[in-house]
């Protein structure tokens, strides 16, 4: 009786986790008063954003926009940038230094996103270590169910729910273990995910620079101004971090799929909002970079997002408000 008690408290918990995080998400709105393309990139790749003129760059353009991003190697972000028409977008990449043929480069990056064109928001993946564009990704504008669980893992979804199915049918797993075999239990179902979905195991990257590079992709793809990302996160992150400190190998396992479902599924739907193309078209090129290599996806997806939300974005997001409170008043 005991067990089910719990179990009825952890769906209890869950569900209410999931309606306030979808209301915060969808209601709270972002401040698009302040605008700030500048970013922490080498300087020779930074943009200016001066008044009025911001926006014009930065923010979604009509119906639809186009986006650049420069991956050095796939993995490292080096620029960022929005343009009104693929015109501009592929003379911009022409003019790059190194580039013999700008015309032929211009022509075929024409010819690469003439289909991908039709959708509201098309980015483009340019490796500037080779100078040539890697990947294209073509997005649509506003969020819907279909659209969101075409981002989620649903085969991991679920495969973790039919262990906890396994587990609770046969009450294996409902036994309190110590807290160094719950890490254990979260690394091994963290390496079996990661390495499963990934063509390949290992990059040329080491562990530090995986941190630095996803530290600088987090902090670049959440400006403090887009209030609803930052609330998405604040009310689901606690969920990831809570499978650290279960007690039993079967509330490890609900944590995990609460994790994929509902941080996944809130979060996703927040980003998928994203009003400045550049911010978008960024996170989706990096995280599709660090997806290639299980190694490298190990250490962003499973292990890095509580720890940049609460003690990086928190901070940030409450400075940012009490600034602007104080000077407001």
């Not at 028409?85 to 990449?93: T, V, Y």
Request: charged share 20%; aromatic share 12%.
């Amino acid at each position: 009786c005991g067990a089910q008690i719990r179990q009825t408290q952890l769906t209890m918990k869950a569900d209410f986790v999931v309606t306030v995080a979808i209301v915060f998400a969808t209601k709270v709105s972002s401040d698009h008063g302040a605008c700030n393309t500048t970013s922490n990139f080498p300087s020779s790749f930074e943009t200016d954003c001066a008044g009025s003129s911001c926006p014009s760059q930065s923010e979604i353009l009509g119906d639809r926009s186009w986006g650049m991003v420069d991956l050095h190697e796939g993995k490292r972000l080096r620029r960022s940038q929005a343009f009104a028409n693929p015109r501009e977008l592929c003379e911009s990449i022409g003019s790059l230094p190194g580039d013999d043929d700008e015309a032929n480069t211009i022509n075929d990056c024409m010819d690469r996103i003439r289909d991908a064109s039709s959708h509201p928001v098309t980015c483009v993946v340019l490796d500037s270590s080779n100078e040539k564009t890697s990947n294209i990704f073509s997005l649509e504008r506003y969020p819907t169910v279909k659209r969101i669980a075409k981002r989620l893992y649903l085969k991991r979804i679920v495969f973790i729910a039919l262990i906890i199915s396994i587990m609770t049918y046969f009450r294996v797993g409902t036994r309190q273990i110590k807290a160094q075999n719950i890490l254990v239990l979260n690394v091994v179902v963290a390496v079996l995910c990661a390495y499963s979905d990934a063509p390949h195991w290992f990059s040329h990257m080491d562990m530090k620079n995986i941190l630095k590079e996803s530290f600088v992709a987090f902090r670049e793809v959440h400006p403090v101004e887009n209030t609803s990302v930052a609330v998405a996160h604040f009310a689901t992150y606690w969920i990831h971090a809570s499978a650290w400190f279960a007690k039993t190998p079967r509330q490890v396992m609900i944590w995990l799929v609460l994790t994929e479902i509902v941080v996944g599924g809130v979060n996703e739907w927040v980003h998928h909002e994203e009003w400045n193309t550049e911010v978008r078209c960024m996170r989706v090129a990096f995280i599709d970079g660090m997806k290639q290599n299980g190694y490298d996806n190990y250490f962003r997806e499973f292990w890095l997002g509580p720890f940049f939300v609460y003690f990086y974005l928190l901070p940030k997001v409450i400075g940012h408000w009490v600034r602007a409170m104080v000077v407001g008043a």
